[in-house]
């Protein structure tokens, strides 16, 4: 990540109001951090498996609320860059 970006994304999350939806991905995505730590120091198998199903519940959720309340909009918009952006995502 660049320098800017990383300063564009530090001041956003400082704008952030608790029930923005920006808030809610990430707490989703440290919470994804926090279960891919999980398993990797986990020493059982049937413990990371059960651990991975939990990852792969909380992502199909959050990228379902991601796409429609980021890139859906994101495509929606005038801006080519927003387009460009919302595809990538």
Known sequence: MTIVNKMKSLSARATM??????????KDHDEAKEL????????RGNRRLALLNQLKAALTAHSRAEESAVYQ???????ADSHDLANEG
């Open 73 to 79: 909009p994101m495509l929606t918009a005038k801006s």
């Open 36 to 43: 891919l730590g999980k398993i990797v120091s986990a020493t």
């Open 17 to 26: 109001a608790d029930d923005d939806v920006r808030s809610y991905l990430e």
